[in-house]
């Protein structure tokens, strides 16, 4: 809220605000983490493609369902944006929002990546994080969240009235033109709401504001992921670094990052284990 509360306090205000808060998904409805299915997923992995993204830029990958990914943080403290889509109809593509509501605002080991709708399936399901010892800090940060968007050149121009051709938007922009030959515009309608890998963001605790803080990930570290369908994936390398002071300019020491795919040994696993789309009938009451 930018203004100070224009109304007065109702006589009954501490009886309205003293109402129990009640989770709004019940996200255990759908089938749980199988941690067993994942464990022998993960017991035999054999690394198949390594692609580099270097700092202030993005590359796209290609990750076959039932194979497995990692984002792996290589020589510096480095933030990644990372975007998905199905690799067979880029209009299903990561649902930033509906996984916040479904899981939280930062996701870890058995939480799911969920596709948008009318689709609403998970395109992956993570299956590692080197960071979920972190939990939340005393300002409420936590690690690789749903909550930011990505940095863009046209909030940044609204803010500062500069162009900067390298947020990760434009990073995701170029590598998704490059990886499907579509032009840059065309490429731009497609890049979403990211998962902020390994950031350290939160809400500040009296005016709910965006925060970030440095990232405490360090070389090593690594998120792995679980791919339930076909996946085409691009990954930013942030030019705010670590996440610590700046973003949306050259100022921030930056890293590369690395995507490393693997094929499980246990090949049957991959067969017959998809989600299905959506079960809702499609009539919206027509
Ligand atoms: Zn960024």
């Known amino acids: 809220m ?39 997923v993960r017991s ?13 830029d993005a590359r796209a990958f290609r990750v076959p369902a039932g194979h497995v990914f990692r984002i792996v943080s290589v020589e510096g403290p480095q933030v990644g944006d990372l975007n998905l889509w199905h690799a067979n109809d880029l209009s299903e593509r990561f649902y930033s929002g509906k996984t916040r509501a479904l899981h939280a605002t930062h996701v870890s080991t058995g939480d799911r990546l969920w596709s948008n709708l009318p689709f609403l399936r998970p395109l992956a399901t993570i299956t590692h994080d080197t960071l979920d010892w972190y939990g939340f800090d005393e300002f409420g940060g936590g690690i690789h969240d749903v909550i ?27 590598a998704l033109a490059a990886e499907t030959g579509m032009t840059a515009e065309e490429a731009e309608a497609h890049v979403h ?3 902020n890998v390994f950031m350290c963001t939160g809400f500040t605790q009296d005016t709910k504001q965006y925060f970030m803080k440095a990232s405490p990930v360090r070389p090593g570290d690594f998120i792995e992921f679980f791919a339930e369908v076909d996946l085409l994936g691009a990954l930013s ?44 009938g499609g009539h919206h009451g027509l």
């Open 2 to 40: 930018s203004l100070a509360p224009q109304n007065p306090e109702p006589s009954d205000a501490h009886e309205r605000r003293s109402v129990e808060p009640t989770v709004v998904y019940a996200v255990d409805a759908v089938p749980v983490y199988d941690q067993d299915f994942y464990d022998l």
């Open 44 to 56: 035999g992995l054999t690394l198949v493609e390594e692609v580099t993204v270097p700092p202030r």
């Open 148 to 174: 930011g968007t990505r940095c863009d050149p046209h909030t940044n121009h609204l803010l500062t009235g500069q162009d900067y051709d390298y947020c990760c938007h434009s990073n995701l922009t170029r």
């Open 193 to 195: 709401d990211v998962l």
């Open 237 to 280: 390398a942030c030019p705010g670094g670590d996440c610590g002071a700046s973003h949306s300019d050259d100022v921030a020491q930056c890293h590369p990052l690395l995507v490393q795919v693997f094929r499980p040994s246990q090949e049957h696993l991959i067969n017959g284990q998809l989600w299905p789309t959506s079960g809702y």
